[in-house]
């Protein structure tokens, strides 16, 4: 038991630190009268659209003349918005790519064209010398921390449900990851169904009503959404079988968009990791540093906090206010 | 060419479909160098025949022999590869494509794997000229007249394998001098020693070009003649299984009661483009025959009248009242129906059961919610199966599966079951067998008898002459003339036609 | 629950109403209906308790009510699309349209004071009007129906989100909560809704000369009209009633989550609805059509969906297992490809 403490602390200490060097990173304003093209993935979620106006909101704050694109989730889309901005001869750009491959030969095009792009959110697999940096949530933390805080809630012993993300995201990929890694560590923790629910609420309710009947609803301990949307699907298949979700079983998932302090102010959430949608002034600070001749890392991550039901109620005022 | 061995034979080939006998126990007997008719009424077995040797169905029984061997074509494509191929009245080509490019399609010249685009032409029309045709090869199929698509796909054909060629309505879209180039091709054929199997509804083309006929009457062979041994009468009569007499006697027309008053009455009816300024008075029991040449104006005169096109000038009247005709569901409504030139775009459902089919206007006047009950459309459509003696084994059969003939009774029924006053009847019997033809100049004569107003499009001068009232004559989308009375005949008609 | 017995509505009517006579008459209607049986096996094989069904608290709970309340949305686009497709058109913009109807549901509820009953009659006004507009373009301006439903398609999402403002928009509202999580005897009110809804066209067509009519639209549009029929009053009427089809899946999908969700409410669901009616056995080149089969072949996609769910298979494998089935069932439904299988029947019967 002291042991199983001891690994939890010394886990939520590398996790702090983390976050600690990613905010130590973080400069003030900078880029006035730069022209940066930001290509989006598109307005999927509500998380995205706050992504979204939070790097317009930053552009504005800094003067930089922002070039907004949204690909509507093609990728075809999106490499036709970058070819428009190299042929505009911007400063620098900014891609949030829609998927990880086939970027190589736009990127090629970009540095040809000795413009430097940074790379939010979601990972490309091009050489990494065709972009100056990486600025993005670390999935991978995430589902840590979301692991982190299930084994301390359940004492390490929980048979967990599992709602995927879209098939192949890198979103999906490192959340599962993470989160396995951690409970790989605790042998009376184990995911005993999984399936995709494609990051959406309607698919996420579908997946959890299956999984409440293909096993005994009441051996499942906790449902482990890889967002939040899902899991909102997830409590009404809960509540629709009868159950009461955060007490029958518990919940945990990323993202911490307003409706899931909505719900945990309702009872029916536990936890929610915050993927953190201000990746904006950190990009942006990439671009001025490189600018000015500094080095950048390969990877500058941007941590979230985990948020409980006893601040829910502010976080959700603050949330929905903006 | 007699006494020798048939290049082609059939030994009691039998073919069923259900309980229906499509082909029985037939013994077919082609000889080389010969152009041999194949003659019967719809559904007397000569499609199935075709099919049977082509490999399209495959034979419940029966021998099919070729030069003494015994085959069993699987598919078309096996039947050409042994040598047959049949070229159909709906040509089967791709008309978006060079005429060099369909004769060659599927087994193109190639070198190193590549098509040769320049002797694929070199070759095309070095073929085309054996048959005395000497055109651009490159251009589009579709820009020729339809004789010369015919002759390309005889091309083709006899490209690919030259033993068997067999010609489904060859000429039926053909014009006269047109039908002469096709025979002249089918005469170098025959001269090189090829077997021409000609299925036709034109028997005055038989007797110019054929060497032999078969006659097939309910699945079964009833005859099979030199030409020169067996005169048109008797022809007829082996078709029908009826005396000629008898046929010619059951046309003897009615007196034709007219009444004064016009039914309906255009005037000044006119589109530009389609036909000049047209006047027209149908009274109820007369029959207004409608002549001139294809694209005189006669199917435009029923478009327009029918509402299918909006005419830009003149007015139509019913009774006298002038009424609007913007769609053909506002003529309907009138109390018209029109059957229409095109059987097959213009006409049948085919995928709908000829009971459907029958009642289709009916219920189409009627509108959505008045649906007619199961028990109506089937007594409807069975007095209409016996009326108009459509053959079919059942009034839920899809009506595409009928024969010509029958579809084209299908659609006179259908719109005598919507009880018209005024009936247009655009080409009634082209496409149709003789007997099927006589009955339906007889159903024409009756229904006028009736009380109908009739208004006739043939290209048969005999027939308009036959039975009509009046005979309007157009030529070049203008109104000539009218006859009537004892002015009516082939001659004055002819005459009015020709006439400067 | 829909009833299986009204796919047999073509064939004629004998006194007496026996299914192994009407099953011989017309084998059409065999292999639908066998492929959904065998797929609901295959499903029990993976998991025993598949047909398990419990009682919770009023509410029947179970797999095989899952198929019937999820396949709801399916379903009624089904029905809808089948009449589209009969006409020879296709429907591509009933996605969007449940986009639109959920969004117009879902914020009208939450930002006036409408009264529920109002909302529901509007967004199915909405439906109605995106039908229309379909319809326009089909039968009144003669554009392709493929390119006239890609064009709401594709705004019609973007009209959504320009409703939603690009969240996803919440209400609580127990009135409309009831057409997605309702239960009445027992049973989810979307199941009790899709076949109320497949009843009532099933007799709006049938019952009346419409159902005729669009066969005969479809099967050859210039004879029908030259035969008086009002091809375009009968084209413009399949869509509307597929637009509203589509907005009754939209309010089921928005009150089954509570929420619009613009971006993602009946994603590709229009391509599932025209699978179904190809399962079904309604040909895409328009003409005879069968709505009862329609609804098997929408219950058919499901039925995989959901047992793709509780067999615990990784993820990765849904959309192979799901193409490999819908292969499979249109391989039986081909009379090609089981014709060899016959004559070898035939043979092995004729040696025994």
């Known amino acids: 038991m002291r042991s199983r403490k001891l ?20 400069q003030e304003g900078g880029g006035a009268g730069l022209t940066i093209g930001f290509s989006q993935v598109g307005s999927e979620s509500a998380w995205r659209t706050s992504f979204t106006e939070a790097v317009i909101a930053e552009a504005e704050a800094r003067g930089i003349n922002l070039l907004f694109s949204d690909g509507q989730q093609r990728q075809e889309n999106q490499i036709a918005a970058l070819r428009s901005f190299i042929a505009q001869g911007v400063d620098a750009i900014i891609l949030a790519p829609v998927v990880e491959t086939g970027w190589d030969e736009v990127l090629q095009e970009a540095a040809d064209n000795e413009i430097p792009v940074v790379i939010v959110d979601r990972n490309v697999t091009a050489d990494p010398s065709l972009y100056i940096t990486r600025v993005s949530s670390d999935f991978v933390h995430e589902g840590r921390l979301a692991a982190a805080w299930l084994v301390q809630a359940t004492a390490g012993q929980c048979d967990i449900v599992e709602l995927q993300g879209t098939v192949g995201s890198s979103a999906a990929l490192d959340r599962q990851q993470g989160f396995n890694d951690v409970i790989a560590l605790f042998p009376n923790m184990q995911i005993v169904q999984s399936q995709s629910g494609d990051f959406t609420r309607t698919n996420g309710k579908e997946v959890m009503e299956s999984f409440l009947n293909a096993v005994d609803p009441s051996t499942i301990c906790a449902v482990w959404a890889h967002n939040d949307d899902m899991l909102i699907g997830a409590i009404e298949a809960m509540k629709e079988a009868g159950l009461d979700p955060a007490q029958d079983i518990l919940t945990i998932s990323v993202d911490a968009i307003p409706d899931i302090f909505q719900a945990m102010v309702d009872g029916d959430a536990n936890a929610t990791v915050e993927l953190s949608p201000n990746m904006g002034g950190p990009a942006f600070d990439a671009v001025v540093a490189y600018l000015a001749g500094e080095t950048l890392p390969a990877w500058i991550p941007v941590a979230g906090g985990i948020y409980f039901p006893d601040t829910a109620a502010e976080e959700l005022a603050a949330r929905s206010g903006s | 060419m007699v006494d020798q061995v048939p290049l082609l034979q059939t030994q009691k080939l039998t073919k069923t479909f259900g309980s229906v006998h499509a082909l029985a126990q037939v013994d077919f007997n082609l000889y080389a160098g010969e152009v041999h008719a194949v003659l019967g009424e719809n559904g007397a077995g000569k499609s199935t025949l075709v099919k049977l040797i082509t490999g399209v169905y495959h034979k419940d029984d029966g021998t099919i022999l070729l030069d003494g061997q015994s085959i069993h074509p699987q598919n078309p494509h096996d039947a050409q590869s042994l040598g047959i191929s049949a070229v159909y009245q709906e040509i089967n080509l791709v008309p978006t494509l060079s005429v060099a490019e369909n004769i060659y399609l599927g087994h193109q010249p190639t070198r190193f794997g590549f098509i040769n685009m320049r002797r694929v032409n070199a070759q095309a029309k070095a073929l085309l000229q054996t048959y005395n045709l000497d055109i651009d090869v490159t251009r589009t199929l579709s820009t020729y007249s339809v004789a010369i698509q015919q002759i390309v796909a005889i091309a083709r054909g006899i490209d690919m394998s030259a033993k068997v060629l067999i010609l489904d309505e060859p000429t039926a879209s053909l014009d006269a001098a047109e039908v002469q180039m096709l025979f002249k091709v089918m005469r170098t054929l025959t001269a090189q020693g090829i077997a021409i199997i000609l299925i036709t509804h034109f028997l005055d083309q038989v ?42 006697a059951a046309g003897e027309s009615v007196a034709p009661p007219i009444s004064a008053d016009a039914f309906v009455q255009a005037r000044g009816l006119a589109r530009k483009g389609m036909l000049q300024p047209f006047d027209l008075r149908i009274a109820k029991g007369e029959i207004v025959g409608l002549a001139g040449l294809l694209g005189s104006g006669r199917t435009e005169a029923a478009q327009l009248l029918f509402g299918i096109v909006h005419s830009d000038a003149g007015e139509v009247q019913v009774k006298g009242q002038r009424i609007t005709l913007k769609s053909p569901r506002d003529a309907v409504r009138h109390g018209f129906a029109l059957c229409p030139e095109d059987r097959k775009v213009e006409g049948i459902i085919p995928e709908l059961t000829v009971r459907e089919n029958i009642i289709l206007a009916l219920q189409a006047k009627q509108g959505w919610f008045d649906f007619l009950s199961t028990a109506r459309q089937e007594a409807i459509a069975q007095e209409m199966i016996t009326a108009l003696r459509i053959v079919t084994p059942d009034s839920s059969k899809p009506v595409g599966e009928l024969s010509g003939g029958n579809q084209q009774k299908v659609i006179l029924a259908r719109w005598l079951a919507a009880q018209p006053e005024f009936l247009i009847l655009d080409e009634p019997t082209r496409g149709i067998d003789v007997g099927a033809h006589a009955e339906i100049i007889n159903i024409i004569k009756r229904l006028c008898s009736e009380g ?22 157009l030529r070049d989308r203008q109104k000539l003339t009218e006859l009537t009375g004892d002015d009516i005949n082939e001659t004055t008609v002819m005459r009015a036609i020709a006439e400067k | 629950m ?62 095989l009510v899952d198929i019937f309340n999820r396949g709801a949305p399916t379903v009624l686009l089904a029905i809808g699309m089948t009449l589209v497709i009969a006409t020879k058109g296709i429907d591509l913009s009933v996605g969007a349209v449940i986009a639109i109807c959920g969004a117009v549901a879902a914020v009208l509820i939450s930002e006036t004071e409408l009264s529920p009953v109002v909302v529901i009659i509007i967004s199915l006004g909405a439906g109605l009007l995106c039908g229309l507009w379909n319809g326009v373009l089909v039968a009144v301006f003669d554009i392709q129906p493929f390119i006239a439903t890609l064009i709401l398609m594709v705004v019609g999402r973007g009209i959504a989100q320009l409703i939603t403002e690009g969240q996803i928009a919440v209400f609580n509202n127990p009135t409309l909560e009831f057409i997605g999580k309702g239960v009445v005897l027992g049973l989810p009110f979307p199941i009790l809704l899709s076949a109320f809804v497949f009843i009532l066209v099933l007799v709006f067509v049938r019952r009346t000369a419409i159902g005729l009519l669009i066969e005969s639209v479809g099967s050859n549009d210039r004879a029908s009209y030259y035969a008086g029929i009002d091809a375009r009053a009968i084209k413009l009427l399949v869509y509307v009633i597929s637009g509203l089809c589509a907005a009754v899946a939209g309010l089921i999908i928005t009150a089954d989550i509570k929420g619009a969700d613009a971006n993602n409410a009946g994603l590709w669901l229009e391509l599932d609805a025209v699978l179904a009616v190809v399962i079904g056995g309604t040909l895409l080149s328009g003409g005879r059509f069968y709505l009862g089969l329609s609804v098997i072949g929408a219950l058919i996609i499901q039925s995989i969906q959901t047992g793709i769910f509780v067999s615990g298979l990784p993820p990765t494998f849904n959309l192979i297992v799901q193409a490999l089935v819908i292969l499979a069932i249109l391989f039986l439904q081909s009379d090609d490809f089981r014709r060899p299988f016959a004559r070898l029947f035939q043979r092995l019967r004729r040696h025994s």
């Open chain 2, 452 to 473: 109908l107003a009739l208004l006739v499009i043939s290209s048969e001068l005999s027939e308009v002459v036959d039975y009509s009232n009046r005979v309007v004559v």
């Open chain 1, 7 to 26: 690994l939890f602390s010394v886990l939520v200490l590398m996790l702090v630190m983390f976050g600690v060097f990613a905010t130590a990173f973080a």
């Open chain 2, 207 to 248: 007797y110019q070009i054929a060497d032999r006929i078969t006659v097939l009457r309910n699945g079964e062979k009833v005859g099979e003649q030199l030409v020169k041994d067996l005169p048109k009468r008797q022809l007829i009569s082996l078709m029908l299984g009826r005396e000629f007499a008898e046929i010619a």
């Open chain 3, 2 to 63: 829909v009833d299986t017995k009204t796919a047999f509505e073509k064939a004629p009517a004998p006194r007496g109403f026996s299914v192994a006579r009407l099953l011989r008459a017309n084998r059409k209607l065999l292999f639908p209906l066998a492929a959904f049986l065998l797929i609901l096996l295959g499903n029990w094989l993976i998991s025993p308790n598949f047909f398990n069904v419990r009682l919770v608290e009023g509410r029947l709970l179970g797999s």
